[in-house]
């Protein structure tokens, strides 16, 4: 059987197409086996009881406080700081198992603090944050480990009232 220029070109974009199936058959294989492990296995839980009303926030660069004026800053902050406790409060994140844990122990370099004052409790929450490539890692306190995926601002907002101070600063002189 004599094959044409034609035939020719339909062996070589068949083989092609061959090998390129061949290379990617077992990264289709583990991501669709690892996809539908970790969805059976994914489990959203909040962050907090949802019984729990803070009453006080230490962040790494500041505190919030409720007072019967409203919330108060150290340091005095512009931004409203009843909308990041708001975050805080009602934040949610997907359960990490002890066998992701492992795997991502090596990437846990940087941690954040973060103490969290209920009403009506004597010792506070504390949960130690870590910021990862694409989500925040947050070991509750409690034992569990929560992964989520919100911007870095939205976890710890900036101090923008230094900003703010800075930019009259340049103005004025």
């Known amino acids: 059987m ?17 090998f390129i199936a061949v290379i990617q058959l077992p990264e289709l294989i583990r991501a669709r086996f690892t996809t539908t492990e970790m969805n059976t296995s994914a489990v959203v839980i909040p ?3 949802q019984d729990r009303i803070i009453q006080r926030l ?46 991502l122990k090596k990437q846990l370099l940087l941690p954040h603090t973060v103490e969290a004052w209920f009403v009506g409790l004597s010792q506070p929450q504390r949960i130690t944050a870590y910021q990862l490539s694409h989500f925040w890692l947050l070991n509750t306190g409690t034992g569990d480990w929560l992964a989520v995926t919100v911007a870095g601002d939205f976890l710890f907002p900036p101090l923008s009232s230094k900003l703010s101070l800075l930019s009259e600063q340049v103005k004025d002189a």
């Open 2 to 18: 004599r094959l044409t220029r034609r035939g020719w070109n339909n062996v070589i974009i068949i083989g092609v197409l061959a």
């Open 58 to 103: 230490v962040l790494p660069t500041m505190t919030f406080q409720q007072s019967a004026m409203g919330w108060k800053s150290q340091p005095v902050v512009t931004f409203d700081i009843a909308a990041v406790i708001a975050r805080w409060q009602t934040l949610k994140g997907t359960q990490i198992s002890q066998q992701q844990l492992s795997v």
């Open 47 to 49: 962050l907090f009881a």
